[in-house]
């Protein structure tokens, strides 16, 4: 399948950046390169743009796209939780500007083999990165009925974890769960007949769940926030966009942290935490999807943009 994937919040993110023509950006998230191809038409010959991606063949697609821009382009097969160690590779520590577009690609969803979709028979997958040990076909059929309750509970938000955990666990026993649309059904059968048919497919909190736990996405999201700041210049801008609460939230209590400066007690007369804000907010409430965008790409409807400033305070 021809690599596919259409870029939520492309203008206004990019726009966030105040892309430098002779600067040096980092799309975290690369994909297809349809927010990193908007960076390097602002960037001039003496311009770098490092992109990082999990999936081989989003790289792939990428490389294509970028090859002709008068910029500097450097691909990085890795996960954007290891910029610090990515830069440091290229000699870099820091840099002017970062976009990170959290979750799945619209190319992982379309391409069924993936098995990242509730709506197509595949092998149970899921893996962003396809040399990564852990699958969706570990997770479902090796974990315990605890962890499995856990995992869609937390990552899923889902209310019917405990049901969805042991009918899973049942199935497995008389055979191995292999396929996507075998774990669909297990999770609609789930549910109440009444509630099996909505504007929501049943099993897509889990399917969102296991996902989640088969690459890792949020156990190291704070860190990498945080990370990402401390790798910018002062006035360098981190954007990132969210497509779920979970995510989201972790983006924006980071954000709120480092936005804050002294936290000593009010009765102080004197701070004595040294403590500094980092960085200053680019928009006070998350920017979202106009109206168009909404019309033409239905993946823009849960997304969240964040941005935030470095500040000069080292």
Known sequence: MEFNHISVLPAESVELLDVKPDGIYVDGTLG???????????????????????DAEALSAARERLKNFDCRVIIEH??????????QRHKT???????????????????????????ADAPLDMRMDRDDALSAKTVVNEYSEAELRRILFAYGEEKNAARIASNI???????????????????????PPQKRYGDKHP????????????????EGLDAAVRDFVDCLKPGGVLAVITF??????????????????????????????GKKPKIRL????????GEEELSENNRSHSAKLRAAEKLDCE
């Open 169 to 191: 666990v049942k199935s497995r026993e008389k055979k191995p769960i292999e396929t996507t649309l075998e774990l669909s059904e297990i999770i609609k059968r789930s549910f």
């Open 244 to 273: 779920h609460s979970l995510e989201d939230r972790i983006v924006k209590n980071a954000f709120a942290e480092l936005k804050t400066g002294c936290t000593c007690p009010k009765e102080f007369p004197v701070c004595v935490c």
């Open 32 to 54: 297809g390169g349809g927010h990193a191809s908007l960076i390097c038409e602002r960037l001039g010959p003496s311009g770098t743009l490092i992109g990082i991606d999990r």
């Open 282 to 289: 680019k928009n006070r409430k998350p920017i979202t999807a």
């Open 93 to 119: 520590d820091k840099i002017d500007g970062a976009i990170l577009d959290l979750g799945v690609s619209s190319h992982q969803l379309d391409e069924a083999e993936r098995g990242f979709s509730y709506n």
């Open 203 to 218: 099993a897509k909190r889990s399917f969102q769940a296991i996902r989640i736990e088969v690459n890792r996405e949020l």
């Open 78 to 87: 890795d996960n954007f939780f290891n910029i610090k160690s990515i830069l």
